[in-house]
């Protein structure tokens, strides 16, 4: 698996994100720890942005595998299960993590 896929398939499972479905702001980076790449997620005046780069202001960052963050995001696998066995790791802002997730239900 590459970033490129990780990243599409992200943009296909956030396609139904509409501008004003989430208040607030959301910047969170995910770090793919056996791609040894970046990506982030940030959600800004309403606009969703999924970009392949270091956000140096994020809220949270999560620590995990590409293929267990596919696993993820389509609900395959559970973050509190995955965060309690250590597949999953959190810097920073728990709750933005959290938030991050229901962008993808």
Same mark, same amino acid.
């Given at each position: 698996?590459?970033?490129? @896929? &990780?990243?599409? %398939? &992200?943009?296909?499972?956030?396609?139904?994100? %509409?501008?004003? @479905?989430?208040?607030?702001?959301? *910047? &969170? %980076?995910?770090?793919?720890?056996? #791609?040894?790449?970046?990506?982030? &997620?940030?959600?800004?005046?309403?606009?969703?942005?999924?970009?392949?780069?270091?956000? @140096?202001?994020? %809220?949270?960052?999560? #620590?995990?595998?590409? *293929?267990?963050?596919?696993?993820?995001? @389509?609900? !395959?696998?559970?973050?509190?299960?995955?965060?309690?066995?250590?597949?999953?790791?959190?810097?920073?802002?728990?709750?933005?993590?959290?938030?991050? *997730?229901?962008?993808? !239900?």
């Amino acid at each position: 698996m590459t970033l490129d @896929n &990780v990243i599409k %398939q &992200v943009k296909e499972k956030t396609a139904s994100f %509409q501008e004003g @479905n989430y208040e607030g702001f959301l *910047a &969170v %980076q995910i770090t793919l720890t056996d #791609l040894n790449e970046v990506f982030y &997620v940030e959600v800004k005046d309403g606009k969703l942005s999924i970009e392949p780069f270091e956000y @140096n202001d994020r %809220q949270a960052n999560l #620590l995990i595998s590409s *293929a267990n963050f596919i696993k993820l995001i @389509n609900q !395959k696998l559970n973050s509190v299960l995955a965060f309690t066995t250590g597949k999953l790791k959190i810097d920073g802002d728990i709750g933005k993590a959290t938030e991050l *997730a229901n962008l993808f !239900k």
